[in-house]
């Protein structure tokens, strides 16, 4: 690594020794009469020294290489502190988000970057500012291993609050023999923990599940690594946010009250892993009419968190039987939680009012009532109110 350094070093600045005017040392045999005419003309013109007074030449200054050194875990770039020097910018060429840059503080040798995601190869340079002007120093950190041998399709999600699956699958260029590991790193305490429980195929991990998320923070990295006799594997990472990963269980205690015009159907929130308010969450609501072969009246209805976890829906008597169920999920996701346990409410058979007049005479005028009634046993109910509650 030294020596290509070295070689890199020299190829930038080539150490040349001049003679007086910038031109370079006579050979040591004797020169031609062409030759010797040539120099002893350039040597009478007056405006040649001029001239490259005003051209960019090469100096003799060394300028050492400042053994640059690059740490993951910490995602801190240092170098070796070099005496009369000023270290101008630190700057992370990222493949998908391009220059990141940053300033050294006072006389401090190394930079610290926020974490992000290295599978594709950064390159770092750190310009250092001499006689010669800001000069750049550079560091690739590359991905070593096989095009193709990596971990593809990754992703992770969580469920019932404290449960994670991790899932991925071989490289499409992964040797037969490939094993991966999974490694997780929280952001705070920079603890690292290797997958507990792996999930296998034909012997090769293809997954991992956690049971206890005690100790992850908000933002994690995950790290895939592999191994393999037959060649070098390359790794994978990603930076998650376990907010956004989440899948909700569904709502709990829906209910529905009835009254002769409308109904009203109640739930409370679903549990998270983190704190939320009424705002971060969505609601689907799909109220299905029983024995509709057409589900011509079925419906399906988006509800946000403002609506204080109910919703009116109009319903006037007499009211077939219904069923409700209801899936949350964040405001700023797109995962949706399964449906509830249906809850009903209504009459599973309508009964038929009939109705009819019925005349009488009192002091000789003859009056009309008007009879409206069931032609069932019990009389239509006014209010009615179904619950389900989490078991």
């Excluded at 050294?104 to 992000?116: A, E, T």
């Amino acid at each position: 690594m030294a020596a290509r350094r070295e070689t890199e070093r020299e190829s930038r600045w080539p150490a040349r020794r001049l003679e007086p005017w910038g031109l370079p040392r006579p050979p040591s045999r004797p020169l031609g009469p062409l030759a010797t005419t040539i120099l002893f003309c350039m040597l009478l013109d007056p405006a040649l020294p001029l001239t490259q007074e005003h051209q960019d030449v090469p100096t003799t200054e060394w300028v050492p290489s400042l053994n640059m050194k690059f740490d993951r875990r910490t995602m801190e770039l240092s170098w070796d502190c070099k005496e009369n020097t000023t270290y101008l910018e630190c700057v992370m060429i990222h493949k998908e988000k391009g220059e990141i840059r940053k300033k050294p503080k006072n006389k401090d040798c190394h930079c610290n970057f926020s974490h992000d995601s290295l599978h594709g190869g950064v390159t770092f340079v750190v310009k250092v500012n001499s006689t010669q002007g800001p000069i750049p120093e550079k560091l690739v950190y590359a991905n070593p291993g096989g095009e193709g041998t990596a971990a593809q399709n990754f992703s992770c999600f969580i469920y019932n609050v404290n449960f994670m699956n991790c899932t991925w699958a071989k490289g499409r260029a992964a040797p037969d023999d490939v094993q991966y590991f999974l490694y997780i790193q929280d952001f705070k305490e920079k603890r690292e923990r290797e997958c507990p429980h792996y999930v296998t195929d034909s012997g090769t991990h293809v997954g991992c599940h956690l049971h206890d998320l005690s100790g992850l923070t908000f933002r994690n990295y995950f790290l895939v690594n592999g191994t393999s006799r037959e060649t070098a594997v390359q790794f994978f990472d990603t930076i998650l946010s376990l907010k956004k990963i989440e899948i909700y269980s569904p709502p709990n205690n829906v209910s529905v009250d009835c009254n002769p015009s409308h109904c009203q159907i109640l739930w409370d929130p679903p549990r998270t892993r983190h704190p939320s308010s009424a705002w971060d969450f969505n609601y689907q609501l799909r109220i299905q009419k029983q024995n509709n072969k057409e589900h011509a009246g079925n419906q399906l209805i988006d509800v946000t968190g403002k609506s204080e976890n109910k919703y009116n829906f109009p319903s006037p008597e007499p009211r077939p039987k219904h069923t409700v169920t209801i899936r949350a999920s964040d405001a700023r996701g797109q995962h949706w939680s399964a449906w509830s346990q249906p809850v009903e409410f209504g009459c599973l058979h309508q009964r038929p009012y009939s109705r009819g007049f019925r005349t009488s005479r009192i002091n000789g005028v003859r009056t009309f009532t008007l009879i409206t009634r069931s032609s069932g046993r019990n009389p239509p109910r006014i209010q009615e109110r179904s619950t389900r509650k989490k078991s």
